[in-house]
């Protein structure tokens, strides 16, 4: 009874078993879990897990562990659980504040959707907070209004350190919190806005949905267009934003609409860069229907460099995962700070598609020196390759990796569930590849 009753709270309870060993094993991996991602340097992590596996027997399955890790609790559980709106700093020595608000029934004990919010430039995180705290507390959302630009920021700078307050933030709130990593979703006025497009379609594999108001797609995410075939977006704008802004918006929805992306343009007639707050409900009643995309098939499609391709495209190293497909090589020829930005510069591409009959992976890039295969598993437990067949990856016309065992592992489990805090999307293989620009 009690090993049905541990085993059950572990792994659920259509998991349960009855033998003792089995859920003395699974309480030991929960305790192991917990302990690893809790380890702030790298070595001890890696001594934890060279312990566990060398003293724990027999062996739970990945897959159990992978399911495990679905129901354990927040790795650093915030004490303050009071509702009121309050100032927490994230991120490496605490360099990022966001104004976080809970629900007034959060506990840690289930999961809850989150709202990120990037004020205008010039303004406090509390005018976010105050423009979408009830809406959020009626629909039982985490809120988080993030200090991006530090005080006194006149625009959205599209530089990797404005992304990394976002990126900081998130991280921050997946282990100090239940949030539902599948029901994050992004907005922002203004400057914030435009913050709200360059992050969401630089990281389209972490958000359920972005919501820009009164801002426009420039510079990166103007070109970015593409890595929102699996991103939903809902943009609200008046029609006198004008000029570049309101022909930005216009050719990404001309790009969008006539390829069947998952996007909404409201408009307001006669109205500028203001906050449209009667779209608030609406908004809220659009995001309750969304969910993170976690493609299985195929990741992009190629149109050799033409106008009907749909490659995922990047210009910045840190613009470098597409859901199963990262790379830490974006040649130099294809990088492009927005102070030298230039419309002439092509940026680095990549394609994908899986075949489960063969279980074979074919990519295609340009611009990049390497790629990372990693190889996951969707909120149902279905994993992109079986495992336990022979495994064929080609770059182009070229096999890196023919008919052979792609074994799972708990260390690529581990370590990128310490990085990146996902408890949603898990990746228990790995596939590294050195090609040719």
Known sequence: MLSLAVSGFLLGSPSA????????NLWKTRSFALEYLREPTSGSRAKLLSDYQ?????????????????????????????????????????????????????THNRSYPVLLALPHAGE?????????????????????SIEWGGRGAERWGFTPEEHDTVLDVLRDLRRRFQIDSDKVFLTGLGEGAKGVYDVGLSHPDLFAGILPVAGAPLFFPRRYWRNAQ?????????????GENGAAIREQ?????????????????????EWLGGEVPLMFDWMRAQTRAFPMQRLGSDGGGGVFGTEFSTFRAEDNRWYWVSTTGVH???????????????????????????NAVQIKTAGLTNVSLWIGRNAQGKYLLDLDRPITVRH??????????????????????????????????????????
């Open 396 to 437: 182009g016309i070229t096999t890196m990796w023919l008919d052979k065992r792609l074994p799972a592992s708990l260390e690529v489990l581990m370590k990128d569930l310490y990085e990146r805090a996902d408890r949603k999307h898990l990746f228990v293989a790995r596939l590294d590849m050195e090609i040719r620009p």
């Open 230 to 242: 699996f991103l939903p977006v809902y943009a609200v704008a008046g029609t006198r934003i004008v």
């Open 54 to 106: 060398r003293n724990l027997t027999p062996r739970v399955p990945i897959d159990e562990i992978a399911q495990l890790i679905g129901y354990l609790p927040p790795v650093e559980p915030e004490p303050n659980l009071t509702s009121g709106p309050r100032m927490v700093k994230a991120g490496p020595r605490g360099k990022t504040e966001y104004e976080l608000v809970l629900p007034p029934e959060y």
């Open 332 to 358: 130099r020829r294809c990088q492009m700070p927005k102070e030298r930005w230039s419309n002439f510069v092509s940026p680095a591409t990549m394609t994908a598609s899986v075949n489960t009959e063969s």
């Open 124 to 144: 406090r995180t509390q005018a976010m907070t105050r423009r979408l705290a009830t809406a959020a507390a009626d629909n039982g959302y985490i809120l988080a």
């Open 17 to 24: 078993a009855s033998k003792p060993e089995i859920a003395i």
């Open 253 to 273: 929805f001309t790009n969008w609409v006539a390829r069947g992306f998952p996007a909404i343009w409201v408009e307001y007639k006669g109205r500028g860069q």
